[in-house]
Nanobody
Framework: QVQLVESGGGLVHAGGSLRLSCAASGNIFVINDMRWYRQAPGKQRELVAAITSGGATNYADFVEGRFTISRDNTKNTVYLQMNSLKPEDAAVYYC??????????????WGQGTQVTVSS
């Protein structure tokens, strides 16, 4: 079994910054891509950023250079540094990881989500 635990969400004023973390633990052989998604009330979950095991990154257009995804493979952890936050960035942010666990197939795992609130 693999668990993803996010942290770092909270309330911030518009223009402020937050750093989200997501630590993977459990029966892990290798972690492939790691991603951050978000879901605002009444909206579909959308991809924010992704990073490969080798460090290649990809961002949604709405990020506009404000967010940076990174990972520490020694700690099985992915980060999302969010700067210049806007009220429309408010959402529950979810971590997702594509994991090869021991004695099982490659699966996508999800964290429980962390709330980001941005006041105007």
């Amino acid at each position: 079994q693999v668990q993803l635990v996010e942290s770092g969400g909270g309330l911030v004023h518009a223009g402020g910054s937050l750093r989200l973390s997501c630590a993977a633990s459990g029966n892990i052989f290798v972690i492939n891509d790691m991603r951050w998604y978000r879901q605002a009330p009444g909206k579909q979950r959308e991809l924010v950023a992704a990073i490969t095991s080798g460090g290649a990154t990809n961002y949604a257009d709405f990020v506009e250079g404000r967010f940076t995804i990174s990972r520490d493979n020694t700690k099985n952890t992915v980060y999302l540094q969010m700067n210049s936050l806007k009220p429309e960035d408010a959402a529950v942010y979810y971590c997702n990881a594509n994991v090869q666990a021991f004695f099982t197939t490659i699966l996508d795992y999800w964290g429980q989500g962390t709330q980001v609130t941005v006041s105007s």
